[in-house]
């Protein structure tokens, strides 16, 4: 059987500069991957190339045994592929509920689904997307990928720029989803104990490369190995304790 995702030995990147150099990775139904490096490494190009947003020179991009190259990346949400963008790009002159309905696919993600996951969307349903707040808006980009009932949601730098306590609201939301869902996710994220706390396996890019690929929990206790590879940061424990009881 087919792996969900595959990445075999893809060189990508926008016009003619190279930005991903001979990157492999494959992922299971329900899997979850972090991607982690230091700022400018490619990891929101790889998810880029994923929604087929770049252009590959060599390599495939397989979804379910299957060659994207001729994908739109306006169907690559009906084959099941989900993005969470790092600057949310939700419409600002639609309501809550507008951005939500819009993306709709059959499933089990209903967009009542996502009010009772993010009980402050339907507060504010009735609102446009540029009177939302910046956690809001996050939140809203996460129920608007969801909606869209992807088997495989990709997940850019979701907890950046936001007050802890929204973070914390993300942080169990994305805990209830793993739990409660068959989602397998790709999760780049700078908070890097957080990413391998949640993840089962983690991926390091480096200057376009792959650095390092494993177990997230190998990678999370190799403290000389994160240092070289993209350093070390104080870990947040309530958020990592949530994260951990999810994994189960």
């Known amino acids: 059987m087919a792996d969900l995702l595959d990445i075999e030995s893809v060189t990508a990147g926008y016009q003619d500069t190279v930005v991903l150099e001979g990157i492999s990775l494959s992922m299971s139904e329900r899997s979850v991957v972090a991607v982690l490096g230091r700022n400018g490494v490619g990891k929101t190009t790889l998810l880029s190339t994923i929604m087929g947003l770049t252009r590959i020179e060599a390599g495939h991009v397989l979804f379910r ?67 939302l707040s910046g956690g809001e808006q996050q939140m809203l980009a996460v129920g608007r990928a969801l909606v869209s009932n992807p088997s495989l949601l990709l997940l850019d730098e979701p907890f950046e720029g936001l007050a802890p306590i929204i973070v914390d609201r993300l942080v169990e939301a994305l805990a209830k989803i793993r739990r409660e869902s068959d989602l397998a996710m790709l999760l780049v994220e700078h908070n890097v104990d957080l990413a391998l706390e949640f993840a089962d396996r983690a991926v390091v890019l480096d200057r376009g490369q792959l650095a390092w690929i494993g177990n997230s929990v190998e990678l999370r206790s190799d403290h000389d190995r994160l240092a070289s590879l993209i350093g070390l940061q104080e870990p947040d424990h309530d958020n990592v304790a949530e994260l951990t009881s999810a994994k189960g």
């Open 65 to 131: 045994g299957k060659d994207l190259a001729s994908v739109p990346t306006y169907d690559r949400t009906s084959w099941g592929i989900g993005l969470v963008p790092q600057e949310r790009e939700i419409f600002p002159s639609l309501t809550t509920h507008e951005n939500l309905t819009v993306a709709v696919r059959r499933g089990e993600w209903t967009v009542n689904h996502i009010y009772d996951l993010f009980p402050a969307l339907a507060a504010r349903r009735k609102n446009y997307g540029n009177q």
